[in-house]
């Protein structure tokens, strides 16, 4: 889609999604490739080989560029622990650059990839939100496409809040400990009081009590280590509805296969992630506007996959529909999340 459509159909939302997210498409060139198109400065770039089976690498500006920052939200590791497969190296004005390694994840020779592209707010500053302040806590927040970036050093004290800099209710939270093999926390304040989401398992919303809560300013979490270790080092990318751009919502899957069961948002999505909460072993549903009828999922290193129309999201004028009853999307009476954006 070109970027004055992306414009046009945002008009009612107030801002040009083209300048805050963006989806490009690019292919490998096994060495060292400058990649633009993305229309602004990126703050958070999440890269995927679409045509082989290479983990998902996310890297952004508040930690910084290069072969030791890579994470992996299919993965555990710790951050930069398989660096050395690929990485992005440089972020720039228009882009970033990749960088071809011993791996496939981000620059193989005639292999194919996606980026998704979001820009916070720059240079990162100090929050005195939370509890957890100052120096330990550094954010980059861009209030009005809802999207934020939070570095973060734990004090291991349950209850511990963070601030995130949206300046309205947070609603998702995702949370990686760059330190050591954790799980991916994902809050939600859709979920239950104490349920949280793992971005790398296929696992329902479990009531663990490990990420605590959300508000205006701040994220609440537990003494998990996987959240809130005393000193650990940790990275949460933070996401809140904006009319007409972008929208954290529920709905019930239908089990239809005729395109009925429409999920109206208010605008046409170009990119819409998706978690079934009510049942496991399904996978976290990424679909956008650039690839088609195709799947990737957020915790699975495999390939894109297409099976024609039954796959990915149907894009309408309102929001996004399916052509299928996949449990990972649209099974009956299964309470699915979402995150949309124009």
């Not at 107030?14 to 400058?34: C, M, R, W």
């Not at 049942?279 to 915790?299: F, H, K, M, P, Q």
């Not at 390939?303 to 309408?316: K, Q, V």
Request: a negative charge; proline letters at 1%; hydrophobic letters at 30%.
């Amino acid at each position: 889609m070109g970027l004055n459509e992306k414009f046009f159909k945002s008009a009612a939302g107030g801002i040009t999604p083209s300048d805050h997210f963006n989806t490009v498409l690019y292919t490998g060139n096994n060495s060292t490739q400058a990649i633009t198109g993305v229309g602004f400065a990126p703050d958070f770039t999440w890269i995927k080989q679409r045509s082989g089976g290479a983990s998902h690498s996310l890297q952004d500006t508040v930690r910084g560029a290069g072969q030791s920052k890579n994470i992996y939200s299919d993965d555990t590791a710790a951050e930069g622990t398989y660096g050395q497969y690929g990485y992005l190296s440089a972020f720039g004005t228009d882009g970033f650059t990749v960088v071809k390694s011993s791996g496939n994840h981000t620059n193989t020779s005639s292999s194919t990839y996606v980026a998704w592209n979001w820009k916070a707010g720059g240079a990162a500053v100090q929050n005195n939100d939370g509890t957890i302040q100052g120096a330990n806590c550094l954010v980059s927040a861009n209030q009005d496409a809802g999207f934020s970036i939070t570095k973060y050093t734990g004090n291991g004290t349950s209850g511990a809040t963070f601030g995130h800099g949206l300046g309205q209710q947070v609603g998702i939270s995702i949370v990686k400990n760059l330190g050591s093999s954790t799980y991916w926390y994902v809050y939600c304040n859709l979920l239950p009081t104490n349920n949280n989401l793992y971005l790398n398992t296929t696992d329902s919303k479990q009531a663990d009590g490990v990420m605590l809560g959300g508000n205006s300013t701040t994220v609440s979490v537990s003494a998990s280590s996987s959240v809130n270790t005393n000193s650990g080092s940790y990275i949460a990318y933070n996401f809140a509805s904006v009319n007409g751009y972008q929208k954290i919502g529920t709905y019930q899957g239908d089990n239809s296969t005729n395109e009925s069961n429409i999920i109206n948002v208010g605008f046409q999505p170009s990119f819409v992630m998706i978690k079934n909460t009510t049942s496991g072993s399904t996978s976290w549903v990424i679909a956008d506007d650039e690839r088609g009828y195709a799947d990737l999922y957020a915790n699975d290193a495999s390939a894109e996959f297409s099976s024609g129309s039954l796959y990915g999201a149907h894009f309408t004028s309102v929001g996004f529909t399916f052509a299928t009853a996949d449990i990972s999307r649209n099974a009956s009476n299964n309470t699915y999340i979402y995150l949309a954006i124009a």
